[in-house]
């Protein structure tokens, strides 16, 4: 399957990164001073939190920032580090494949799963998940220990479904479980696979020309268990 364009984004503009003051706000330095950009991803980002790398924003006023986060850059490579987009990109890479979405956001139990979905007249929850740390090609999830992560797999794997890993840069050739850094969320996730849930790992690929993002699907990449 050739790459297939999933969204644009446009109206970006370029800082620099300066430091990251908590989880969720950046201090970038842009048109020439020092503002505030909210990030929308948790995770540890280390090998992104680098001081002068790229940052692609979008201006949106909040109490505390004026910015909003899509894209740092890796070096050269650019990785989507925004967690509003998830669904939606689940949503479209999908579809590609035949599934329908019958539900967004379904309540199950105490959790919330990110798709309910049916293929051949079988439905099937989903949850998504966006993963930014690659390796020598191979993309890791997660890149901090996920208590959340964890209690997701564990309801995928009582309801019966799929997880969606969403690679959010183009340099992997396969996925793995962060064994190192979340031994936990390895075995849940090995063990679900073991009990029938499915995994999928996504590769995208942004790209930027002027001020608009592209995000295009790529291909589906191996998932590897080191105990499978």
Partial sequence: MPSVLLKEIDGLVEGKLVRRINRFVLEVFVGGR?????????????ELMKVNNRVLMRPKRREKTEFEVFVIYNDLIPVIVN????????????????????????????????LLVEKDTEKLFVEVKGCTLVKNGTALFPDAPTERGVK????????????????????????????????????TLEEAVRGGVKVMAALLKPSVHDDTLKIRFCRFIPVAFPEI
């Fill in 152 to 187: 997701h797999v564990r309801r995928i794997a009582e309801l019966g479904g799929t997880i969606l890993f969403l690679v959010m840069r183009e340099d992997a050739e396969k996925m793995m479980p962060n064994a190192e850094t979340h031994p936990e969320f390895a075995r």
């Fill in 34 to 46: 020092i503002a505030r950009a909210h990030l929308r991803d948790s995770g540890r980002l280390t």
């Fill in 83 to 114: 967690s509003s987009i998830h669904s939606e990109l689940g949503t479209k890479v999908l579809e590609l494949v035949g599934y329908r979405i019958l539900k967004k956001e379904v309540r199950a139990g105490d959790s919330r799963i990110d």
